[in-house]
């Protein structure tokens, strides 16, 4: 889907730009009028007044507030997205050796996701699985 750049407004006698946010929930682009001070081409409503933190110390509080609770970290998400990443990759070795038999798992794949199409590469996903274990190990002792 194409970004639709301008939009017509009361009655076709106002040409503006259209606001560039998607909903992540439809897809569709925002039907509302950008802000002409906007840098990103958004409305009000998706942060077309935002110029964002300037200073370190702003950027550092926005960081900060990324964190849902203070207990999500970004090692916590890297290790559940390995996981994630691990548990698609079984799903593919799982249908390749026909162990499983209803739909895959739908959406979007985890960072770092490559597909298993062959036996080789269950082998070397197999591997590498070994490989990273040992290494966990070690570095526990």
Not at 109 to 137: H, P
Request: a positive charge; one cysteine or more; hydrophobic letters at 30%.
């Amino acid at each position: 889907m194409s970004l639709k750049e301008t939009l017509s407004t009361a009655g076709g006698n106002i040409v503006c730009q259209q606001c560039t946010a998607r909903s992540t929930r439809t897809g569709l682009q925002c039907g509302r009028p950008a802000l002409k001070s906007s840098r990103t081409q958004k409305c009000q409503f998706h942060g077309g007044r935002s110029t964002g933190p300037k200073t370190a110390e702003g950027r550092a509080k926005i960081a900060q507030a990324h964190l849902i609770h203070g207990n999500d970290t970004k090692v916590a998400r890297a290790e559940r997205s390995a996981d994630s990443t691990r548990l698609a990759r079984l799903e593919d070795a799982m249908h390749i050796l026909q162990m499983a038999q209803g739909p895959r798992t739908r959406g979007r794949k985890a960072a770092g996701y490559v597909s298993v199409q062959t036996f080789e590469d269950i082998k070397r996903m197999m591997a590498e699985d070994m490989l990273s274990s040992v290494s966990r190990s070690a570095d526990a002792d």
